[in-house]
């Protein structure tokens, strides 16, 4: 899924010893649900970062009693939600920073809250003509928390991840990996 870095290539390097991250928590990547592939999409106006840039908190593995930060600003860039967060100093977060620091946490996660669907039918394109169905667009949602997870949903995102660290496969190959989930889904 892409080489993870304790920090931005572009970051000076005196922010090595800085408790601030930059993280992506969210992308396009389809996941599959109850119901089915769902999508979040990340163009213009889809996500309400209101609540993040203004009371966003940084959970570890989604648990309200673990609050390890903050997020100092968050936005969406190449599709992707993103946010430069600081973890704070108490023990537990502590603890969950020193394997961020080490690699050993990598991945993040986003709880949110969906306003607004777009279901596509197989064989069916979306509105935009982004996405091929079957799935389900959250064209409306509101990023909630976000959280360093252990094990995510999305595996894409994560501790100064960018958009070129996604594996760069064609829709050929998507699609293939996308019905391999199923498979393995109904096994």
């Known amino acids: 899924m892409g080489e993870i870095l304790a920090r931005e290539a572009n970051s000076p390097p005196e922010a090595e010893n800085s408790r601030r991250r930059t993280i992506s928590f969210s992308s396009e990547e389809p996941y599959r649900r109850y119901f089915g592939m769902e999508i979040l999409d ?47 100093s108490d023990d537990d977060a502590e603890k969950i920073f020193g394997k961020v620091k080490t690699g050993t946490l990598k991945t993040t996660s986003v709880r949110y809250a969906v306003d607004a669907w777009e279901e596509v039918k197989a064989g069916a394109v979306s509105a935009d003509g982004r996405f091929t169905g079957p799935c389900m667009i959250a064209r ?48």
């Open 140 to 187: 409306k949602w509101t990023p909630l928390e976000v959280s360093v997870a252990s094990v995510p949903a999305d595996a894409t995102v994560g501790v100064g991840r960018s958009n070129a660290d996604p594996p760069d496969l064609s829709m050929y190959e998507r699609q293939i990996q996308i019905n391999k989930n199923k498979m393995e889904v109904r096994a």
């Open 42 to 88: 990340h163009a213009g106006g889809a996500v309400d970062l209101s609540r993040l840039n203004t009371v966003g908190v940084v959970l570890f593995n989604h648990n309200p009693d673990k609050v390890v930060g903050k997020v100092i600003r968050a936005w969406v860039e190449n599709n992707r939600g993103m946010a430069e967060i600081e973890f704070d």
